[in-house]
């Protein structure tokens, strides 16, 4: 049973959260006071750049080495002591089983032997979530909203209704947007990740020189595996002429993959605007730090007459801050979970 919470008054005596994020291959651990984010630590996996993507069972070893400095650091940060803390938030899912386990586990210790309230948070609820983390410089959504959550697993347009209340109205029937970025890198052996690489590369070059294919799926739905086919045919036919085409023209084929992408993104969600009345649209997850998705994602918003939305950086790529203004939510509504909950590799809300 989880303890017994007076969370009556929690708007205005708000709850310390110790929030802990573990779903891949970053390490993070936040400390908030009600929506106010006091520290968010990110330990990133350097480990994984070796192999060109991130492999399962180094990120759950990594996680085991990070997870107890990274909580002191967030704690020490945010300068209180765990004798303070209101309750734990930790992502359940979904993500890597042996990374996910690693966070649940420290988390279910750590609130047991505080006597406080465990949170199981989705990821993705979390990513959508972030834009209510409070910050001066900007004003949060108002409800119902359409959210663009876009990262390495997952491409979905959710339509919010409440904090607690989201339904996914359209998702990639195949790779997430992250990967078709990371894909695009790895075919022209850029490292890992790519998104981040590819965005760089792509400001001095021209959007315009190179053209894709454009998947035909309804409704609201993605399709990211034919346009990877695309691109991957088009570098070979070119390579077969000229072995030095990727290298002499690599800034115009990273900025022509990257408009490709964002185009056929904001055309879904442009495709979602006109089927949904809303006012507000938000952007988030990964991808959501690309520099050219964040300025054409305000664009369409403003062309809509709407309002647009887009977390602050820190809070785009996985962090815990996120997963602790989620938790916030969910401990204003006593949703606490038990010590029998165990992580998601797939979860669905
Ligand atoms: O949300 P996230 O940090 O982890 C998952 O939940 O998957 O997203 C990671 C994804 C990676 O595919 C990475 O390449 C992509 O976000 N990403 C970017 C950029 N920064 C990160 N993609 C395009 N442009 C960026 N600037
Ligand atoms: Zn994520």
């Known amino acids: 049973m989880p303890p017994k919470v007076d969370n009556n008054n929690a708007e205005v005596n708000p709850p310390f959260i110790l929030a802990i994020e573990s779903s891949c291959d970053d390490t993070s651990a936040a400390i908030l006071l009600g929506k106010r984010v006091l520290s968010n630590v990110v330990a990133n996996q350097e480990i994984h750049h070796l192999y060109g993507g991130v492999v399962p069972e180094l990120a759950s070893r990594e996680h085991q080495k990070n997870i107890v400095p990274v909580v002191s650091a967030a704690l020490a940060q945010a300068g209180i002591a765990k004798e303070q803390l209101s309750a734990v938030a930790f992502t359940e899912g979904p993500g890597l089983l042996g990374s996910l386990l690693v966070g649940g586990s420290f988390a279910k210790t750590f609130a047991l032997s505080l006597g406080i309230p465990l949170i199981a948070v989705d990821h993705m609820q979390g990513h959508i979530l972030a834009h209510f983390i409070e910050d001066d410089s900007k004003t949060a959504p108002t409800f119902p909203f359409l959210n663009l959550t876009v990262s ?75 346009i990877k086919t695309s691109f991957l045919y088009h570098l070979q036919k070119e390579m077969k002429k000229d072995s030095e085409f990727i290298t002499d023209n690599l800034n115009d084929i990273c900025a022509s993959i990257q408009s490709h992408l964002v185009k056929y993104l904001l055309q879904k969600m442009e495709d979602a605007i006109c089927t949904y009345s809303i006012n507000d649209i938000a952007l988030s997850g990964g991808v959501s730090a690309n520099s050219l998705l964040r300025s054409e994602f305000l664009k369409l918003a403003e062309s809509k007459g709407i309002h647009g939305h887009i977390p602050k950086f820190e809070y785009c790529t996985d962090n815990a801050a996120m997963i602790g203004i989620a938790g916030y939510f969910k401990y204003l509504k006593s949703d606490f979970a038990d010590l029998s909950t165990s992580p998601k590799a797939r979860l669905h809300f």
């Open 152 to 226: 390495g697993g997952h491409t979905q347009i959710v339509l919010v209704k409440d904090p607690l209340n989201m339904k996914v109205v359209g998702k990639t029937i195949d790779d997430a947007a992250g990967e078709a970025f990371d894909k695009a890198a790895k075919i022209m052996n850029l490292g890992y990740p790519g998104g981040p690489i590819v965005d760089k590369l792509a400001l001095t070059g021209n959007s315009s020189k190179y053209a894709y294919a454009t998947p035909n799926v309804d409704g609201l739905d993605f399709s990211f595996s034919g």
